[in-house]
């Protein structure tokens, strides 16, 4: 793989579907995918103390009915415990699904939200002269997508059409069918800024923003 979230075909896959959606209407598509959206470091803490804590009441429970550890020095059952911790962070760490269980919906929400908006920018989406641009924004380890049309987009196109599409996709994906279900997305988004009115000038051929799939890794 050419990246670890698509194969090289999946990205020439991607980045033609945003040329089918731009030829359809004067929108420049913007798509971006992260691995996640933070790091959210203070799950591994939290699930450092967690592990930590069901160390030191193992170690308790076995102490008080057995002599198993009856001799054990004291340092080594700190050192137990410590283990135990970082047991447990390199756990949160390495398995999506435990890293999410220590972080609460809106957090993730938040997050997203936050790194999109900041994609916006870095990204140049506003940088269109007719304000047209839109981000296509895709976090996995969040599971959630977020589009964000600049202004002269926002004033024409309803929000809840962009929610019609992002359930669309979230529904493919989760069906497995990632490629395809990005690739109808963005045809979509390039749909339903023809049927809006946001159209090309017939002798402008340029591409305002480079048809590229970045990965915000």
Same mark, same amino acid.
């Given at each position: 793989?050419?990246?670890?979230?698509?194969?090289?075909?999946?990205?020439?896959?991607?980045?033609?579907?945003?040329?089918?959606?731009?030829?359809?209407?004067?929108?420049?598509?913007?798509?971006?995918?992260?691995?996640?959206?933070?790091?959210?470091?203070?799950?591994?803490?939290?699930?450092?103390?967690?592990?930590?804590?069901?160390?030191?009441?193992?170690?308790?429970?076995?102490?008080?009915?057995?002599?198993?550890?009856?001799?054990?020095?004291?340092?080594?059952?700190?050192?137990?415990?410590?283990?135990?911790?970082?047991?447990?962070? #390199?756990? %949160?760490?390495?398995?999506?699904? *435990?890293?999410?269980?220590?972080?609460?919906? =809106? /957090?993730?929400? &938040?997050?997203? @939200?936050?790194?999109?908006?900041?994609?916006?920018?870095?990204?140049?989406?506003?940088?269109?002269?007719?304000?047209?641009?839109?981000?296509?924004?895709?976090?996995?380890?969040?599971?959630?997508?977020?589009?964000?049309?600049?202004?002269?987009?926002?004033?024409?196109?309803?929000?809840?059409?962009?929610?019609?599409?992002?359930?669309?996709?979230?529904?493919?994906?989760?069906?497995?069918?990632? #490629?395809? %279900?990005?690739?109808?997305?963005? *045809?979509?988004?390039?749909?339903?800024?023809? =049927? /809006?009115?946001? &159209?090309?000038? @017939?002798?402008?051929?340029?591409?305002?923003?480079?048809?590229?799939?970045?990965?915000?890794?």
């Amino acid at each position: 793989m050419s990246h670890a979230l698509f194969t090289q075909e999946e990205l020439i896959r991607i980045k033609n579907a945003v040329a089918e959606a731009e030829q359809l209407s004067g929108g420049e598509i913007v798509p971006v995918f992260s691995r996640q959206s933070s790091w959210y470091e203070h799950t591994l803490w939290r699930a450092g103390a967690l592990f930590a804590l069901l160390t030191a009441i193992v170690l308790t429970i076995v102490y008080l009915s057995s002599d198993i550890l009856l001799w054990l020095p004291p340092y080594l059952w700190l050192l137990i415990c410590i283990t135990g911790g970082t047991a447990g962070a #390199t756990v %949160a760490e390495s398995l999506p699904f *435990v890293k999410r269980f220590f972080i609460s919906h =809106e /957090s993730l929400q &938040q997050q997203v @939200e936050a790194r999109a908006q900041q994609l916006f920018v870095e990204q140049s989406v506003s940088h269109t002269e007719q304000r047209t641009g839109i981000l296509l924004y895709i976090s996995f380890f969040e599971k959630h997508a977020l589009i964000l049309p600049d202004m002269g987009i926002s004033e024409v196109v309803n929000h809840e059409i962009w929610e019609d599409i992002l359930q669309k996709l979230v529904s493919t994906m989760k069906d497995g069918q990632h #490629t395809t %279900a990005i690739c109808n997305a963005i *045809v979509s988004c390039g749909r339903v800024l023809a =049927e /809006s009115g946001i &159209q090309k000038a @017939e002798d402008d051929d340029e591409n305002e923003l480079p048809d590229e799939i970045h990965i915000d890794e």
